[in-house]
């Protein structure tokens, strides 16, 4: 071979290379065969081209390495995307590569098509933001706060390494932008087990549940994928201020429930429907004669209703609170107040107590107890005013929903005053 075809061949390798150096574009997809491996990186031959290329540790994989040599060996062939040109000399063929990036663009592609599809997508929180989570669906997805759940949650950490559904709301391969929901799949889960729950559930029926929140009005109990909720009145017989006083949340509680209302999507409960009731065995918790401490809880011009056991109340009438003349129970009582009370009447089937404070204090010296009146006599009627703070009882309390007749609100009153019409 003559020199001349020699220097010809040459001449054509080297713009051959040339060539197959230019066919190597940004964005293009390749295969590169790994010929090296350092601490940071791979360097590896652009399969067809002659010219190699690097891939940095951190284009490997969208997942933490600790050591390269566990993802990659000399001699493996692998597919890149070609991200940048190192350097001015494309001679040298030093071009920056990138797996990491195409396994994205097919992740990218896959979540389109189940956006398409109407299809959810499984991932993993893994960090909390301001405003949201961070999610790894294979690139980096976000759920804004308030798609987080169907209510509010003021801490998010709790999310942090869950695994959880999501709804795709909105995809942006070319930014970088996928905005997820997990709120939708919970309202969807709870649509259909409402459905299925308000299909079956009865006013009446007890079941089981979980304290799912607490507000200051109540607390909503979770029945199985639907929240009913306890009125702080229905927590307990005896008064509750807030709810956490005596529940927490994940707490297991039986409830009764009250009433069932699916076009207002409401079911009431209660709790305390479940528990004894407190007038059972009154008779022997409160026999005639007995001295119970108490609470004073309400205070009327005709008296004072006293708590003597969670959910049982008695009243003592304006004459059996003091040996002396009051105007009105706040004259000597205020709500909250510690008393002694003894047992004057009790009446299980009404729902009555009638107590006296001023039966356990000593009678005043030279004071009297009244006479009783005999059969048949009748008290002359007396139109002195003064006697109206104790007889002339509004109408507003004539018939109280403690239960308690006129005859019992007015009381020994009605005898002092025959004793007066008499003398």
Known sequence: ??????????????????????????????????????????????????????????????????????????????????????????????YLLSKRRLEAQKIW????????????????????????????????????????????VEDLSAYKGQELEFKIIEIEPSENRLILSHRAIVEAGKAEARKEIFGKLNAGDVVDGKVARLTNFGAFVDLGGVDGLVHVSEIAYDHVDKPSDVLSVGQDVKVKVLSVDPEKDRISLSIKATLPQPWDDIEDRAPVGATLPGVVRRLTTFGAFVEVFPGVEGLVHISQISHEHIATPND????????????????????????????????????????????????????????????????????????????????????????????
Do not use: W
């Open 1 to 94: 071979m003559s020199e001349n075809n020699v220097s010809n061949e040459n001449a054509q390798t080297m713009a051959d290379a040339l060539n197959s150096v230019g066919q190597v574009k940004i964005g293009d997809t390749v295969k590169g065969e790994v010929l090296a491996i350092e601490d940071k990186q791979l360097i590896v031959g652009i399969e067809g081209t002659g010219v190699e290329g690097v891939v940095p540790l951190k284009e490997l994989s969208a997942q933490p390495i600790e050591d390269i040599h566990t993802v990659a060996s000399v001699g493996d062939v692998i597919d890149l995307v070609v991200i940048s040109t190192i350097g001015k000399d494309k001679e040298n063929g030093q």
């Open 109 to 152: 592609k896959d979540i389109q098509a189940d956006f398409e599809a109407g299809k959810t997508i499984t991932a993993p929180v893994t960090n909390v933001v301001k405003g949201g989570l961070v999610v790894n669906a294979g690139v980096r997805g976000f759920v804004p706060a308030s798609m987080v759940d169907d209510h509010f």
């Open 332 to 423: 000597v009582l205020k709500e909250g107040q510690d008393v002694d009370v003894k047992v004057l009447s009790v009446d299980p089937d009404q729902h009555r107590l009638a107590l006296s404070i001023k039966a356990l204090q000593e009678r005043p010296e030279g004071d009297e107890p009244s006479e009783p009146r005999k059969e048949n006599q009748r008290p002359r009627r007396n139109n002195n005013s003064n006697r109206e703070s104790h007889t002339n009882i509004p109408a507003e309390y004539q018939q109280d929903d403690s239960g308690f007749s006129l005859g019992d609100i007015l009381g020994d009153a009605l005898k002092d005053a025959a004793k007066d019409d008499n003398e």
